[in-house]
């Protein structure tokens, strides 16, 4: 018997994809703020799933960048620079952490809420709005599986009889 089902996106999905596209394109100012947004609502497949999956998602990365760029010493950002030497690192992460590092307590909130919150909840919404339909899953028994054990035509001891 045949089943079929309208599946949507994953609320879960949409918050790790907006993440990790703010991890990778972060840097890049405002398109690398908004096309992690819209990547997170394809993936949440509607308007208000991929909304709330990419503002959590910036909300998860800017509370880690506000906490690194407040609790760990310039130093350490210098020996790891020194350590990992990679230039994709070198020119454009840490440059810009060093200057997230720079600010004070109150513009840093307000600088990085604003760039990694509400920029990718509203590319969240054009993506999810993009992807908002479900699509069908058609579930098919697998006749090629197993046969179910026979039954013992005879009784394996005498007593049972």
């Not at 993440?19 to 394809?42: E, H, K, N, R």
């Not at 760990?72 to 030497?85: D, T, W």
């Amino acid at each position: 018997m045949d089943s079929e089902r309208v599946v949507y996106g994953s609320l879960g999905a949409g918050i790790l994809a907006t993440a990790l596209g703010l991890v990778l394109f972060g840097w890049v100012p405002f398109f690398g703020w908004i096309i992690p947004g819209v990547i997170g609502g394809l993936a949440a497949r509607g308007a208000f799933r991929g909304f709330f999956s990419s503002l959590i998602g910036g909300a998860v990365v800017s509370a880690l960048i506000v906490a690194f760029a407040l609790f760990v010493p310039v130093s350490e950002v210098h020996s790891i620079m020194l350590f990992l030497n990679n230039t994709y690192l070198n020119n454009n992460v840490f440059p810009s952490l060093l200057a997230l590092m720079n600010m004070n307590t109150e513009t840093l909130a307000k600088s990085v809420g604003i760039d990694s919150i509400i920029l990718p909840a509203i590319g969240g919404f054009i993506g999810g709005a993009m992807l908002s339909r479900g699509y069908v899953v058609q579930e098919v028994p697998d006749e090629g599986g197993a046969a179910p054990a026979a039954a013992p035509s005879e009784p394996l001891d005498a007593d049972s009889k």
